[in-house]
């Protein structure tokens, strides 16, 4: 789509949008300003290094920079969240844990990048339910910004793709899409308690 000269730009520039996400929320949830779902963060961090290690596999390129770097910090904001405490935290959150914990050997043993991958994207997708489902009862504990910052940052990344085929693209498009729908939604509820 873009000659590499593109691609590299659009790689920088998803890891520069991570980052400016990323940077702050970190802050915020080290500071306890911002208190996330703790087991939305341990699920992130598990199927985002999976889906890089399948990115990179499948030679995605410059376009798996955003999830290398996602994963290390999803790990530190899940390290941070679960010094808040475990709230809020039900049997489905188990069960969704589980099942990533699942993929793992889907993957890594079986070799199997385009199951995975929808495996993982309905599962990552899945597991924006606990951060939503917490925003109606604390609308002041995520942010907004940082939604719109991992817009961004996915389109970049999908730009930034060396390679196009369903299991290398359909996890960044599909985040695209939950980011935004979760984005909009804290506005919403903000919105409204400010009524």
Same mark, same amino acid.
Not at 8 to 14: A, E, M, Q, R
Not at 79 to 89: D, Y
Not at 134 to 139: A, E, G, L, N, V
């Given at each position: 789509?873009?000659?590499?000269?593109?691609?590299?730009?659009?790689?920088?520039?998803?890891?520069?949008?991570?980052?400016?996400?990323?940077?702050?929320?970190?802050?915020?949830?080290?500071?306890?300003? #911002?208190?996330?779902?703790?087991?939305?963060?341990?699920?992130?961090?598990?199927?985002?290094?999976?889906?890089?290690?399948?990115?990179?596999?499948?030679?995605?390129?410059?376009?798996?920079?955003?999830?290398?770097?996602?994963?290390?910090?999803?790990?530190?904001?899940?390290?941070?969240?679960?010094?808040?405490?475990?709230?809020?935290?039900?049997?489905?959150?188990?069960?969704?844990?589980?099942?990533?914990?699942?993929?793992?050997?889907?993957?890594?043993?079986?070799?199997?990048?385009?199951?995975?991958?929808?495996?993982?994207?309905?599962?990552?997708?899945?597991?924006?339910?606990?951060?939503?489902?917490?925003?109606?009862?604390?609308?002041?504990?995520?942010?907004?910004?940082?939604?719109?910052?991992?817009?961004?940052?996915?389109?970049?990344?999908?730009?930034?793709?060396?390679?196009?085929?369903?299991?290398?693209?359909?996890?960044?498009?599909?985040?695209?899409?939950?980011?935004?729908?979760?984005?909009?939604?804290?506005?919403?509820?903000?919105?409204?308690?400010? #009524?």
């Amino acid at each position: 789509m873009f000659n590499h000269f593109g691609m590299s730009i659009f790689s920088y520039l998803s890891v520069g949008f991570d980052l400016l996400g990323n940077v702050p929320y970190l802050y915020q949830v080290a500071k306890g300003t #911002v208190r996330t779902h703790p087991f939305t963060w341990l699920i992130w961090t598990i199927l985002t290094f999976i889906m890089a290690v399948v990115q990179v596999n499948e030679g995605a390129g410059g376009g798996s920079w955003l999830l290398i770097n996602t994963t290390i910090f999803n790990t530190l904001i899940t390290i941070f969240s679960f010094r808040q405490g475990f709230k809020e935290i039900d049997k489905m959150d188990y069960l969704v844990l589980f099942i990533c914990l699942a993929c793992f050997p889907l993957y890594l043993y079986f070799k199997l990048p385009l199951l995975t991958a929808i495996v993982i994207t309905f599962i990552d997708s899945a597991s924006f339910i606990p951060m939503i489902r917490r925003c109606f009862k604390d609308p002041q504990g995520e942010s907004a910004t940082f939604q719109w910052m991992m817009v961004a940052a996915y389109c970049c990344s999908l730009l930034a793709m060396a390679n196009y085929s369903l299991a290398i693209c359909l996890f960044p498009a599909a985040m695209i899409v939950m980011h935004t729908i979760t984005g909009i939604i804290i506005l919403v509820v903000k919105k409204k308690c400010r #009524v």
